[in-house]
């Protein structure tokens, strides 16, 4: 295997990242998105399509893409440090990061967990590929009877709020109470949980999600040995597949709850495998487009994009900010979000490398 920057995979990131910038930028203005928290009434009519729109595009899937690309590159970074020692400061890179991250701007981090788990999964990247699909089967089968164990058979297990800013004081509190705040909040969801076995209701709840990034990150490997998405080919039979899988999957939503249920964590890895090929049929569209240029530049600047929408959020919404927590909708906020990730796609035709890419480079030196 070669050290080569895959395009597509920049492009892929490009992608995703802008999905997740404006999912961020809405999550951060409180439950607007979740249909079942606010009367869809409450809402003009342009906000309620986006809200739903933010709804459908599906908060848990954008994170498993984003893990299953750091997953991806991973590899690469490996094959082209070779050291164990430059993959735990590329992991303690995005713990810090993480951490700044949920408790000076934005609670909903993944990079944290993502770091945290990385640690392990040295050994993965350089595995015999069979080695590494006996792996990811055994972490599956484990994740998914902790699925079915909390879905039918301890529902009262602990979710964090997913408006948990607006519980902070978001739009109220200075900043340096709103640290305090978040600061004692990150220990309490993100890292006691970690490490506490005292309650079922702290352990089990977080260990899937760990279990889910394990298994993301893991997948993410396997492609990237594999060259799995550089091969992939979108032929008919593959698009009849997946619309046959799609519909069955509608199907058994509408009529068929339980089943549905049961089968949630598949449709987490189909739902991935659909936006590999869809994001590959837009690359092949886009393929001599300085649209692509824009996207492959904003993927390879991921970092700083993901981290800024986050700052320019808190800027926008918090009370040390424009204070507009709430009182703008998720309209408004998607178009924020749209400008924000365009006019940084363009610096980075300008600037190669961006600011925390430049400060990870600088690390490595």
């Not at 006996?134 to 979710?159: D, G, P, S």
């Amino acid at each position: 295997m070669t050290v080569e920057r895959i395009e597509y995979i920049d492009f892929l990131k490009g992608i995703f990242i802008a999905l997740v910038v404006i999912t961020n930028l809405t999550q951060m203005n409180g439950p607007f998105w979740d249909v079942p928290r606010i009367p869809m009434g409450s809402l003009s009519d342009i906000d309620s399509v986006f809200a739903d729109i933010i709804y459908m595009l599906g908060i848990p899937e954008l994170s498993n893409m984003f893990i299953f690309i750091l997953g991806h590159n991973a590899v690469f970074f490996v094959l082209k440090y070779r050291n164990f020692a430059a993959h735990c400061k590329r992991c303690f890179f995005f713990i810090i990061l993480g951490l700044v991250h949920m408790i000076f701007f934005y609670w909903g981090d993944i990079l944290f967990y993502y770091g945290f788990c990385s640690l392990f999964l040295f050994n993965l990247t350089k595995m015999n590929i069979r080695k590494i699909e006996f792996m990811l089967a055994f972490i599956f089968v484990i994740f998914y009877i902790t699925y079915i164990y909390i879905k039918f058979f301890h529902q009262e297990v602990f979710i964090p709020d997913l408006s948990i800013d607006s519980h902070l004081g978001f739009g109220t509190l200075p900043f340096w109470e709103l640290v305090k705040l978040r600061a004692s909040h990150s220990w309490e969801f993100n890292l006691r949980r970690l490490f506490d076995f005292s309650s079922i209701k702290f352990s089990v709840s977080n260990y899937l999600f760990v279990l889910n990034i394990f298994i993301y990150s893991t997948l993410g490997i396997w492609a990237a040995r594999t060259s799995f998405i550089k091969n992939l080919k979108i032929t008919s039979k593959v698009m009849l597949v997946i619309l046959t899988i799609f519909i069955s999957g509608q199907i058994l939503k509408y009529n068929f709850q339980t089943i549905y249920q049961v089968l949630i964590p598949i449709r987490g890895v189909f739902n991935l495998f659909l936006g590999l090929v869809f994001v590959k049929t837009i690359y092949k569209f886009f393929q001599a487009s300085y649209i692509k240029t824009l996207l492959c530049n904003a993927g390879r600047n991921s970092l700083t994009i993901y981290f800024g929408g986050s700052v320019l959020g808190t800027l926008v919404l918090s009370s040390f900010g424009l204070a507009l927590y709430q009182k703008i909708g998720p309209f408004n906020l998607f178009l924020i979000g749209f400008f924000y990730f365009w006019l940084i796609a363009y610096a980075s035709t300008k600037q190669k490398w961006l600011v925390l890419e430049n400060l990870w480079r600088s690390l490595l030196r």
